[in-house]
């Protein structure tokens, strides 16, 4: 599947194009989750080469189940894989009402952090939710990420709950949808 094809509707921002994963992105997703200030909030190792591989490529097939997915996000200056923004159902079994419902997940460069970046994504991806999904949307953040925790409290999420997910606890959060 090429990215002409692809079923993940490309988003442009001011300074950002968020398109879907294609596999010549691989190599740039997997240095930037390698990263120890990324999988520190992320189990606190890096993921396996397969296990990503596995998990990006699902995020692929969201799109044909669920109607939602991952979005690449590169910058429109030099189309440079910066990170991933997206919706899915990972069927966690946290709090009430949450399996079955978009989730939201994102993880960017370390390198690009502080920029507003992360944020110009969010919020592209969650007007085209918005328009296109009109629910309610989750995510689950570890304690210890105040830099995510804060800019889901500014994309609109609020506190659920805390609970624990692989023996870790995790803030569960909800975006109620802006009737």
């Known amino acids: 599947m090429g990215a002409a094809n692809h079923p993940a509707p490309v988003l442009h921002t001011e300074r950002l194009i968020l398109r879907g994963f294609v596999a010549e992105d691989f190599a740039a997703h997997k240095a930037i989750l390698d ?3 990324v999988y520190r909030h992320l ?3 890096p993921e396996t080469h397969e296990n990503l591989w596995r998990r990006t490529v699902s995020s692929v097939g969201q799109w044909i189940v669920m109607g939602f997915g991952g979005w690449m996000v590169t910058l429109k200056a030099d ?3 910066i990170g991933n923004v997206g919706l899915f159902d990972g069927q966690r079994q946290l709090a009430a009402g949450f399996d079955g419902q978009p989730e939201m ?3 960017f460069d370390p390198d690009m952090h502080g920029q507003g970046l992360a944020r110009e994504a969010c919020d592209a991806v969650l007007e085209w939710a918005d328009a296109n999904l009109a629910r309610e949307i989750w995510a689950i953040i ?3 990420n105040a830099p995510s925790l804060k800019l889901a409290d500014r994309l609109g999420f609020e506190q659920v ?3 624990q997910y692989h023996d870790e606890p995790i803030v569960v959060l909800k975006r109620t949808f802006p009737r």
Do not use: F, L
């Open 35 to 37: 990263k120890p200030d």
């Open 43 to 45: 189990g606190n190792q």
């Open 79 to 81: 189309g440079r894989v």
């Open 105 to 107: 997940g994102w993880i």
């Open 142 to 144: 570890a304690p210890g």
């Open 161 to 163: 709950e805390t609970n």
